[in-house]
Structures are given as structure tokens and as C-alpha cells.
């Protein structure tokens, strides 16, 4: 069955420092003044990336031409040049309003305030009586999601939730806090975000209003001595022990480093004729995971009757050799015996990737690496044959934890 595309509209904002109020930026075409609009696939897990494509395609694109034909013609999340990696993190500040009867998506997006410097001949910039004057549909739309948000965070309906990003590589940073709320995010949702190297972590009144933390992957290995690993330590055990409410999802380094400062232990991989793996492989679930009830309610969702396996993305050098006290095995593969764990319904740890896609894989991580030439051409070539034999869906892994963090 063919699925209709849904609409969205995007509301670039600079703020005016003088009054504080929004500047909204539009396109000028002859005498037409045009929002930012667009379509995408409801059920592309990727929608702030589909999103932020049309905002490129239709906005920045005349400044910056040469460097964005190629994302124009890319899948949703599987290529990112230097420009689409400045402005995609402004996709993760937005406020999103999702419509579910009208099939429309609001993001209303702070930008920040060079975007003055570009070519003004095509951009419009408006007030909020300008928008409702020139685009009344469009102000309708803009209104109720800014009165929505308004009303939310009045009554308390907002919902936070928090990205720890731990990578240490330039090219990655603010990367991972766009591929998780991407995947997870919904409507009444707050994202915050922090960075580990950066030692911005979770103060003591954020974490009592987080009802989910998501720590990211990295380059680095838990158990390495970096300088900010203690810091990164004692909000995890702080987040574990001392606010019940708080639901941890750690994924690749994530996993590996909940698990060390939780008790078990985390350690370099054996037997490796590459740095990494990468490579799709097939995970096996146990029936520990079937007990879950963030498994139940995920094939509730799904409508299906159970799941023995999944094709996930594998790229990692290390693994999680020793559980904490108390911890379960969820699911293991030829990759790793740890491929899920969890410890009551508090914390759900992937070794696997739910927010890369094959795309993701090949055009960035994998032509990213700055090994020996052979070494590269390894990797790559492992994770094209692996490609032979198994095809990637991640709509179960993707719904498994969203259902665990949001539960």
C-alpha cells in the first residue's frame, strides 16, 4: 500500500535582540513571500533529517550550491557536508508540533543570527503580523503550534528528555544529539543537550525533570583515563541511583560505558584483523527481553507476535565483557555474547546502532576513518559483504527504544 507523504512547514527564526521577539524568515519570489514548506514519509524514522534537507534544498542552496547539490539528491540522513552539519543542529532546538490529522509537521527553528549575512535579494524577513498578513494559512499553523507549546510548558504537559553526546571527534560533534532526538522525538517533547568533553552534563535540578537520558556513542573506550571520563562516571551512577524516574539508553560507547561505572567492565575486542567492526549483523533476543514491558508494548505497536531476530549495524572495537550486579543479557550475536543488556526497566544498553542506516555507514563513518589505505578498503569491503546477506530494517529496534525511554 502505497503511503501519502505528510507536509511540513519550517519557520526559521533569528531572534531580535532589542525587543525579543521572532524574526521569521521566508522566501521572496517576484512578489510572493513563501515559507519554507515541503513533504516526507511518515514513517521515515529520519523525519529531522528529511526536514532539514528541505530546508537546504529550498533556502540555502543559493548561497551555497556548489556544496549542497549532493544532499539534494541523497537519502534522508546519508550524507553530511560542512554546511548541513552547522545547520542540522538547529533542527534538534526546534519546536516540533506534530498535527495527526492534518498529516503536517511544525518546526518552528532557532537559526542563528549570520544567516543576516546572506544574499537578502531572496529572503523575506517577517514579524508575526507580517506572516499572518502575507501567509495567513501558514500563520495559522505557526500560531498553534507556538500556542501549544506555550500552553504545555504552563500545564506541565512537556516531557524532557536529554542526548549526552561523548564523542570527542570535531567531525561528529553535535552530530549524535540530531540522530537520536531524529528517531526519538514526538509531540510535547523537550530535548536537551549536552557534551561530555565539553563537561557539560546534566545539572542536579535537570536531572530530576529528566524522564530519559540517551548516552551516545564515541571514539574513545570507557575505559580509557580521558579527563572528563570521571566527570562523565559520577552523573551516570548520580543518574542510576539517585532518580528513579530517569530512564538511561546507552548505545556503543554508551552501553560499554554504563556498564564500566555501573559495576561491570568494559574492554577491547580479541581476534580483530580491522580497527572495528563494520559490518550488519543478525541479533538474537533472548527470552529475559520478552519480559520486558517495553518489548510488550513494542509489539503492541507493531502489531506483530514476536521478534528472535533483527538485522542491526555493528561499528565498534570494544565490548562489554562483564555485566554489572543484577544486570540481564537481552540479546547477543555473532558480533558480541552482549549485544543487549538491561538492569530492571532503568537501563537499556545497544551495542548495535538503531540511528545509523547503510547510507550512514558508507558515506560518512566508513569514508571518515584516517587509517592506512588497505585498512580502509577492508572495512569498507566487510561491511558491503555483509550487505549480501542481510537486509537492514529498524523500525523494530527504533520502536524497541523509543517504547524504553518514553515507557
Excluded at 499572518?132 to 516531557?159: F, L, S, V
Aim: aromatic residues 10%; negative net charge.
Amino acid at each position: 500500500m502505497q503511503v501519502s507523504n505528510s507536509r511540513v512547514l519550517i519557520f526559521p527564526t533569528l531572534n531580535d535582540p532589542t525587543t525579543s521577539s521572532k524574526t521569521i524568515l521566508a522566501l521572496k519570489n517576484s512578489h510572493q513571500v513563501l515559507p519554507l514548506s515541503g513533504s516526507i514519509n511518515p514513517t521515515d524514522p529520519n523525519s529531522t533529517y528529511a526536514a532539514t534537507r528541505i530546508l537546504f534544498k529550498e533556502f540555502f542552496s543559493r548561497e551555497f550550491k556548489d556544496s549542497l547539490e549532493a544532499i539534494a539528491e541523497q537519502g534522508s540522513n546519508s550524507w553530511m557536508d560542512e554546511t548541513f552539519r552547522h545547520w542540522l543542529i538547529k533542527f534538534v532546538d526546534a519546536d516540533f508540533y506534530d498535527i495527526p490529522e492534518e498529516r503536517t509537521y511544525i518546526y518552528i527553528v532557532p537559526v542563528d543570527n549570520d544567516i543576516q549575512n546572506l544574499n537578502n535579494s531572496h529572503i523575506a524577513k517577517l514579524s508575526e503580523e507580517d506572516l499572518k498578513t502575507h501567509c495567513p494559512e501558514e500563520y495559522k499553523e505557526y500560531a498553534r503550534a507556538r500556542d501549544y507549546y506555550q500552553e504545555a510548558e504552563q500545564t506541565g504537559k512537556i516531557q524532557y528528555y536529554g542526548v549526552l553526546n561523548c564523542e570527542q571527534s570535531e567531525p561528529w560533534r553535535n552530530h549524535y544529539e540530531a540522530l537520536y532526538s531524529g528517531i526519538l522525538r514526538e509531540k510535547g517533547d523537550r530535548w536537551l543537550n549536552y557534551t561530555a568533553v565539553d563537561s557539560r552534563l546534566p545539572t542536579e535540578s535537570e536531572l530530576a525533570k529528566l524522564r530519559g537520558l540517551v548516552v551516545s556513542g564515541a571514539n574513545h573506550a570507557a575505559y580509557d583515563d580521558a579527563p572528563f571520563h570521571e566527570a562523565l562516571y559520577k552523573v551516570l551512577q548520580k543518574a542510576f541511583h539517585e532518580y528513579p524516574q530517569l530512564k538511561l539508553l546507552g548505545v556503543c560507547f554508551g552501553h560499554q560505558v554504563l556498564a564500566h561505572c555501573l559495576g561491570g567492565k568494559a574492554e577491547k575486542m580479541q581476534g580483530l584483523n580491522v580497527p572495528f567492526m563494520t559490518n550488519l549483523d543478525l541479533v538474537q533476543t533472548k527470552p529475559e527481553l520478552k519480559q520486558k514491558s517495553y518489548y510488550k508494548k513494542t509489539l503492541e505497536k507493531l502489531g506483530i507476535a514476536d521478534v528472535d531476530k533483527f538485522v542491526a549495524v555493528e561499528a565498534h572495537g570494544d565490548h562489554v565483557a562483564a555485566l554489572p550486579a543484577k544486570a540481564e543479557i537481552l540479546g547477543n550475536s555473532e558480533t558480541t555474547n552482549v549485544e543487549m543488556w538491561g538492569l530492571e526497566e532503568k537501563v537499556f544498553c545497544t551495542q548495535f546502532h538503531p540511528e545509523f542506516n547503510e547510507g550512514l555507514m558508507k558515506l560518512k563513518l566508513l569514508q571518515e576513518i584516517t587509517y592506512e589505505e588497505a585498512v580502509n578498503a577492508k572495512m569498507m569491503n566487510r561491511f558491503l559483504d555483509s550487505e549480501k546477506n542481510l537486509t537492514l530494517d529498524r523500525t523494530f529496534q527504533i520502536t524497541l527504544c523509543k517504547n524504553f525511554i518514553k515507557n
